[in-house]
């Protein structure tokens, strides 16, 4: 059985390092500050200008002037700051974010990224994704393997216009846990109760299998 979202989230926390910097991507993305370890420090930054965001807030919790980029109510954490965009996207394109984790319409085997628009469909921008992908070398892309319709999203080249080019190392999806080098999936672990096969059979791009391909932990 695929991964949950929330399943999804937990296994791209258990990346995250103490100390870190990190930025949340809007959709999935969004859900691993729920699931940062006991006991670690973990600084969430958000593009419009927060850092220190905390999980999202019970119904007594909620302040609609405390926002994340995607415009959902979130929780600061002792010790947060708040400040302009303008400073927010200074960190960001400065290379201080230590781990970024995206959503995406597509991936690469040269680890490019489709991320912000689909052609004949309204759109309302990049949003930050352009500046986070160029401006981090730890990026994490987490999504679906295929398409509702069975379609790959891990390709042999994108066919949708790019939001980065080459800087995706790592990404996380509801069947697996692949690396990108050397222009090919490495498959690294398995979602619990999924086969090598069905993953081999959604990967449009060139995958690499281990003999062994060990199940996520959680």
């Known amino acids: 059985m695929s991964l949950s979202r929330e399943q999804l989230a937990m296994r791209v926390a258990r990346e995250l390092q103490d100390g870190y910097y990190v ?32 999980p999202f807030p019970t119904d007594d919790q909620v302040d609609a002037d405390m926002i994340n980029a995607g415009k ?9 700051s708040i400040f302009s965009s303008a400073e927010s996207f200074a960190m960001i394109r400065g290379g201080h974010v230590d781990l970024t984790v995206l959503g995406a319409f597509e991936v690469d085997v040269q680890g490019n990224i489709a991320s912000y628009m689909i052609p004949g469909k309204l759109i309302k921008g990049m949003g ?30 994108c066919t949708l216009p790019l939001t980065g080019a080459g800087c995706i190392k790592k990404v996380v999806t509801d069947l697996a846990y692949v690396e990108i080098a050397d222009g090919k999936f490495w498959l690294k672990e398995r ?12 990967t449009a791009g ?13």
């Open 191 to 202: 979602a619990p109760g999924i086969s090598v096969d069905e993953i081999v059979q959604k």
């Open 128 to 157: 930050g994704a352009m500046d986070l992908v160029a401006g981090a070398d730890n990026i994490i892309v987490t999504m679906t393997h295929a398409s509702k319709h069975g379609e790959s999203k891990l390709l042999p080249q």
């Open 23 to 54: 930025n949340l991507g809007i959709g999935i993305p969004t859900l691993v500050a729920n699931y940062v370890p006991e006991g670690m420090e973990v600084m969430l930054q958000s593009e419009n200008g927060l850092l220190g965001m905390g």
């Open 206 to 218: 060139e995958l690499v299998v281990p003999e062994v391909v060990p199940e996520m932990e959680f």
């Open 72 to 80: 959902q109510t979130v929780t600061a954490i002792t010790g947060a």
